[in-house]
């Protein structure tokens, strides 16, 4: 019996399955770059205010970047079993590298005559840091946020083979049953959301920066 | 008032930017810190607002130890103006002015008003308050600087090379424009430049300061380039120096010479002994009203009755009593007779300005 290459009629029995792991994910990505966010951006002002921080926190960070996503995933399941944190942890840890460089070279690229002009009129330090600094950040660490997003949609599927995974658990699907339809299905959804990411937050980081669009 | 009180700072590695700086910058004057890079200006002025700290000594600021004071409210009190201008590009033009004034907690309609009041004061127009800085021309940004400096009305200003970024013809501009906002404003200011044109032109004082922070000089415009004190002064002020001073001496200072004036319808006779008195060999011509028509050499006057049958030369430039000596020069070297005729600004004759009244007054 010869299958044809897409079967219309899987799609439509199966689209409330297709939902559910397009959900978990998108999920799967938000929590870990939110998380990472969280964890990164103390991390940066730290590296600011006391710099020779910055090198070792680079340094934890980009190993823990270094090691391969299903090594990192398989060390973490005798503490956490096949739970969503087994995902989670591993792929917050590997937003980490870029989160973090991204907003301290964000906030060092602020002019140096910008700073001293904001020093010299009677800013706190505190003060310049969240209303002159970050904002002028903006653009370098929405950069990260898109690269470290679309990095982690992709990390995401992978986390398929420790019982996770989203649309990865199409591609396994798929793949197990050499069945090509929901390895399709799961690989134009998942390149569709890393695009979509990625120009919504593009279009979050126009919002931010009015001052960067080109008069009118 | 800022009064800088054997001011010395040493940097860690050593170097030192400012050598027991003792000075003051007297009330609503205007002082500026000139010397050639690495004698420490910009060091001694961001100590004032202690973006940099004295290693030892004192500055006060209208009497008040700049140490004691917490750093940022120090700071909203002094106005800072810089040459790469440093407006905030992600602020709105008024944003940018409101900066001190949102800083002090203002409300929103005395700091609007203040924004519109200011952004006239400083020359732009108010359709600039809704742009972000990268849409205004060099010139405008730094005219914002300006603006925002001045938003709260400090008492104090200082300003590192606040013109140094734009083209000379708008540079001229700006401290024309700046010189008359200070003579309404009167605002203490310490500025600082590494041009000595500028220094002359701007300050009421100047302080010429050397490699390693040492005081050379401290004087006004006109005692400086009377008398300089040390070699290195007088190369710092440069070539020309005679000339700069003239620049600052206004005609009227002088007492012009009556000069050898006769009337037109004076008989020749009259005209040829007023030459003889004065020791020319030209005399002036003017009409009833003491308005100048020309000059006559004595040959001209050779077989004329009166003065008018020989023709008056005219001349094509006077002084003014509001004018500067210099200019006075540029005239007598233009003139034949050598000398630079003065009326005032109805046109009627004042005297004379000669080679001598300069050489007198430069002595």
Known sequence: ?216 | MITFESVTKRFADGTVAADDLTFEVPEGELVVLVGPSGCGKTTALRMVNRMIEPTEGRISVNGQDAASVPAPALRRDIGYVIQQVGLFPHLTIADNVATVPSLIGWDKERTNERVEELIETVGLSQEVVDRYPRQLSGGQQQRVGVARALAADPPIMLMDEPFGAVDPIVRALLQDEFLRLQRELKKTILFVTHDIDEAMKMGDRIAILNIGGVLEQYATPTDLLAAPVNDFVVDFLGAERNLKRLALIPVSAVEPEPGPLVSANDPSGRAQEAARESGTDWALVSDAEKRIEGWISTDDLDGRRTVDEAEAHPFDHFVTRDESLRAALDVMVESPLGVAVRVDTDGRYEGVVTHNTLTGELK
């Open chain 1, 1 to 216: 019996m010869t299958q044809s290459f897409f079967d219309w009629s899987w799609v439509v029995d199966n689209l409330g399955d297709i939902w559910a792991q397009l959900a978990e994910h998108i999920v799967l990505t938000v929590i870990p770059v939110g998380l990472g966010f969280l964890m990164a951006f103390p991390m940066a002002l730290a590296s600011i205010r006391w710099p020779r921080l910055y090198s070792p926190l680079l340094g934890v960070a980009g190993i823990l970047f270094s090691i391969p996503t299903l090594a990192l995933f398989v060390v973490m399941i005798p503490f956490t079993g096949l739970s969503k944190a087994t995902a989670i942890i591993p792929l917050t840890l590997y937003t980490l590298l870029i989160l973090l460089r991204n907003t301290v070279e964000g906030l060092k690229g602020v002019p140096a005559q910008v700073r001293e002009a904001a020093e010299a009129m009677g800013y706190t330090r505190t003060r310049q840091l969240f209303r002159i600094e970050l904002p002028l950040a903006v653009p370098v660490i929405v950069a990260g946020l898109r690269i470290a997003t679309v990095n982690t949609i992709a990390y995401v599927a992978i986390t398929a083979l420790i019982g996770q995974g989203g649309l990865g658990n199409l591609f396994m699907d798929g793949f197990l049953r050499q069945f090509p339809t929901p390895l399709i299905v799961g690989l134009v959804l998942s390149v569709m959301l890393a695009v979509t990411a990625d120009l919504g937050l593009l279009g979050v980081q126009r919002v931010l920066t009015p001052w960067q669009r080109d008069p009118g």
